[in-house]
């Protein structure tokens, strides 16, 4: 039991760096950015590539795919939906999708179809407290998003871009009217949430040692999911909806069968739909009129 | 005769017009995204030839079955996702969608990944040809009824919408459930018609499309659909010889399609048909234009606010800011500013 614990909370930790990208974004466009799970899947290929460079060490190569991903999505940003800021959603939300599946079909085009390994950079060990099973893999996946959001948490909170983000997802036309630079605030938010992304996918290729053109598809999904749950635009909400939506599926697998993993993710998704749309912390949904 | 390649492609021609027309009715005519098409047509396809090769039933029977099942399982997927303004929809269908896929591959009536197999050539061009004409004249009829133009409404502006009287969630989900079923008609043809059905060919790719054919054709109008499926089932046989990338690659295309689309132009190849058909506009348009002009006097030129609200009135009455008017759109939000800007430019 224990150890489903420790596996809920090592896979929702990146369910919720994922979930992370989703809400900021959302809370200052209102668009759900189809293409995230694409960003997370260009992060692991970046990170892949960057951990083959011979004596570069493994945070270096991190920091590589979250870099590299921040400069993917600002330029999804720029290109897909700048353009259609004031456009009715229908229209931004199409060109998400088609965004989504044309850089998934480009990476397939450019990288080919097939599943890569990812070399593991150091040491793989083993820990056992009692009963409990614990590897490096592990610790280095909470370790490093735990330390993700905590870092987050004081961008968002205290430095000065972070209350710009604040006030812009809170009124975006305000925001301008009082200096923001509103377009360099929404560049920023997509360069952090594809950041956070790219550790996410970096984190998931190594832990499954996959890395492939379509893996951004369903985690993608389940970050959106785990935004929902949480309440989307809510920061703490998508860390908490994250970890919930990661616990729930293990829970889940271990009950049910394995095959209906990704059936639990959408039924949970449908729950909080009917029951509390807004999520456990979301604010009021109601458009303004 | 023509010979069986062409025979086929016309087939397969009319299945894609049927789901095109009947994801138009859900994202065309209702705004609402659906990212699972392709799934009501596995559901369709799945229960149609279920029931004609192991219980032996009417092939239209089956058909009529098909439809409804798909339409069973819109209304599932739909009252708990399109009772929300948002984005859901999208997302719920897109796992829908997905769920479907792996349900059917662990199904055994369904063969699971070896597909479904013995199922009757049933299906013909005379029978696919009736089902568009059918899936083309109830839709045209319901987009030009009242129903129809309440979906315009929500499309334009839910708020709104509501505030006049229309029940939003009831006509989200029967425009939702209504596509489904169509889609599931459109999916007995395709199983009558291959007589082998994989759980594969009802994936997201499928859905996204049919999507890319609403999209490349012209949301929101009748042609448009008609148009993008043709174009988009012909162009990838006529590239075939061109050009290995093209078939190789379609998904690129498709993705390519629906950015550049939105970005230049929104209302599709033929959109401007929806005024035509929809609601009538260039008369009315004529209207707003000039006699609208000189029946409000210089008022109009002078006061910004009393013409911005006057447009918006007119603009909201007739369900007028389109798909496209929205590129000239400066600031604010919603359909005033869109008609408004609109009028100005006319």
């Not at chain 1, 889940?252 to 095959?259: I, K, T, W």
């Not at chain 2, 629906?258 to 004529?286: D, K, S, T, Y």
Request: charged share 15%; proline share 3%; glycine share 14%.
């Amino acid at each position: 039991m224990l150890q489903q614990v420790v596996n809920g909370l090592t896979l929702g930790s990146t369910y919720a760096l994922i979930a992370l990208g989703y809400t900021m974004v959302y809370g200052v466009l209102r668009l759900i950015n189809f293409a995230h799970g694409e960003v997370y899947m260009i992060g692991a290929f970046t990170g892949l590539m960057a951990s083959q460079i011979p004596g570069l060490p493994f945070p270096a190569a991190l920091l590589i795919a979250m870099a590299g991903a921040a400069v993917v999505g600002v330029a999804i940003e720029r290109i897909a939906y700048r353009p259609l800021r004031k456009a009715p959603r229908l229209a931004a939300l199409i060109s998400a999708i088609g965004m989504s599946i044309f850089l998934r079909n480009l990476t397939l085009a450019v990288m080919g179809p097939q599943t890569r390994a990812f070399p593991v950079p150091f040491e793989v060990r083993h820990f056992s407290i009692g009963r409990l099973r614990i590897n490096s893999f592990d610790v280095l996946i909470l370790v490093t998003s735990v330390g993700l959001m905590i870092g987050l948490h004081f961008l968002v909170q205290k430095a000065k871009i972070g209350k710009a983000m604040r006030a812009t997802a809170q009124d975006m036309e305000t925001a301008s009217l009082m200096g923001i630079d509103v377009n360099r605030v929404i560049a920023f938010t997509f360069a952090v949430g594809s950041a956070l992304a790219a550790a996410a996918g970096v984190l998931i290729g190594m832990n499954f040692n996959a890395v492939e053109p379509s893996m951004g598809m369903m985690p993608g999904l389940k970050g959106f999911v785990a935004a929902v749950l949480g309440g989307v635009g809510s920061i703490p909400g998508a860390m908490i909806g994250g970890i919930l939506l990661g616990m729930a599926e293990v829970m889940g697998v271990a009950l049910l069968r394995s095959e209906w993993r990704d059936a639990i993710a959408f039924g949970i998704l449908a729950l909080v739909l009917l029951i509390k749309p807004s999520g456990i912390f979301g604010g009021n949904l109601q458009e303004k009129v | 005769m023509i010979s069986p390649y062409y025979y086929q492609l016309l087939v397969i021609t009319c299945i894609n017009v049927i789901m095109a027309l009947s994801l138009n009715l859900v994202t065309g005519c209702a705004g609402q995204l659906s990212l699972g098409h392709a799934a009501f047509m596995g559901i369709g396809a799945y229960t149609a030839g279920i029931l004609t090769s192991v219980y032996g039933v009417p092939f239209l029977l089956a058909l009529i079955a098909g439809g409804v099942s798909a339409a069973l399982f819109g209304l599932i997927v739909g009252l708990p996702t399109l009772r929300l303004k948002g984005d859901y929809l999208a997302i719920a269908t897109l796992g829908f969608g997905e769920i479907i896929r792996v349900t059917i591959l662990n199904m055994k009536i369904t063969g699971g990944a070896f597909g479904l197999r013995g199922i009757a050539k049933e299906a013909n061009l005379a029978t696919a040809a009736a089902a568009v004409f059918l899936a083309y004249w109830t839709l045209m009829r319901l987009m030009k009824s009242r129903f129809g133009r309440a979906l315009t409404a929500i499309r334009e502006d839910e708020v709104a919408a509501g505030a006049m009287g229309i029940d939003i969630t009831r006509h989200k989900v029967l425009a939702f459930v209504i596509g489904a079923a169509w889609a599931g008609i459109a999916g007995g043809l395709f199983a009558h018609w291959f007589r082998y059905l994989n759980p594969s060919s009802f994936a997201f790719a499928r859905s996204v499309e049919i999507l890319s054919m609403v999209v490349l054709g012209g949301m929101g109008s009748l042609e448009g659909p008609v148009i993008g499926a043709v174009v988009l089932t012909y162009a990838p046989e006529i590239l075939r010889g061109a050009s290995d990338f093209v078939s190789r690659y379609r998904m690129f295309f498709y993705g390519a399609i629906l950015v550049i689309m939105m970005l230049v132009r929104p209302q599709g190849l033929v959109g401007a048909g929806v005024f035509r058909n929809g609601l009538r506009l260039p008369e009315i348009h004529g209207l707003r234009g000039s006699k609208a002009r000189r029946m409000q006097g210089p008022k109009l030129r002078t006061q910004e606010t009393a013409k911005d609200s006057q447009q918006h009135a007119f603009a909201k009455g007739l369900g007028a800011a389109m798909p496209g008017g929205h590129r000239k759109g400066s600031t604010g939000t919603g359909v005033r500013q869109r008609g408004g800007d609109q009028h100005a430019d006319s």
